[in-house]
């Protein structure tokens, strides 16, 4: 699977984004999708995934309530609308595909990474 991100940008505090990730290949529909963010000096972290149908979705604490992650599956896209963002948000956005159905929190859950798209939110 190769993925490509998008949707990145500068917003204020408060603001919303939506990011989008568009995969090729075959098993989309059969694949759990996730999206991780690293910020300057920090390791990569877990931000959201959902598993391969949709019916499950996990979020890490610190988005909890204000990010959403849905995909279409006719569109072979993944989306992570950000709501009430924070300067903390501030990071390069990654999305990658799991290893399987499965909506994994871990990086060794997902085996192929999309490139980044910079998320800056201003105070």
């Known amino acids: 699977v190769q993925l490509q991100a998008s949707g990145g940008g500068l917003v204020q505090a408060g603001g919303s984004l939506r990011l989008s990730c568009a995969a090729s290949g075959r098993t989309f529909s059969t694949t759990a999708m996730g999206w991780f963010r690293q910020a300057p000096g920090n390791e990569r972290e877990f931000v959201a995934s959902i598993s391969w149908g949709g019916g499950s979705t996990r979020y890490a604490d610190s988005v909890q309530g204000r990010f959403t992650i849905s995909r279409d599956n006719a569109k072979n896209t993944v989306y992570l609308q950000m709501n009430s963002l924070k300067p903390e948000d501030t990071a390069g956005y990654y999305c990658?595909?799991?290893?399987?159905?499965?909506?994994?929190?871990?990086?060794?859950?997902?085996?192929?990474w999309g490139q980044g798209t910079q998320v800056t939110v201003s105070s």
């Open positions: 990658a595909a799991g290893r399987g159905g499965y909506p994994g929190n871990t990086e060794s859950d997902f085996g192929s």
